[in-house]
């Protein structure tokens, strides 16, 4: 029997891009939101800079989000959902599901 190719596996293909807590918890908050810019995103996540900055640019690599200059002086943006990140939603609401039906609620 063939052993399967697991290289090329959507599952990881996914994962690689969004697959870590904090790009799920960015994702969440355009989804509850709408469009956010850097420092709402760092308020309301409680993030580092760095790690939010590196989260949202493999997003935007992977056409997840789209980026829209609201500034010029100082360079200032917006993040966006693009159609590839929106078709996303199945998927964040089978895992808010998932953590309703499944996991104690923390408060």
């Given at each position: 029997m063939e052993k399967p190719n697991?290289?090329?596996c959507p599952i990881m293909r996914a994962t690689n891009v969004m697959g870590d807590q904090w790009s799920l918890l960015i994702l969440r908050e355009f989804f509850?939101?709408?469009?956010?810019?850097?420092?709402?995103?760092?308020?309301?996540?409680?993030?580092?800079?760095?790690?939010?900055s590196s989260r949202l640019k493999r997003l935007e690599g992977a056409d997840i989000l789209v980026r829209h200059q609201y500034s010029n002086n100082p360079p200032r943006w917006e993040y966006r959902l693009s159609e590839k990140g929106k078709a996303l939603a199945p998927v964040m609401n089978a895992l808010h599901d998932w953590g309703t039906a499944h996991?104690?609620?923390?408060a």
């Open positions: 697991r290289e090329n509850l939101e709408g469009p956010r810019r850097f420092q709402d995103l760092q308020d309301l996540l409680d993030v580092s800079p760095n790690t939010l996991m104690p609620d923390l």
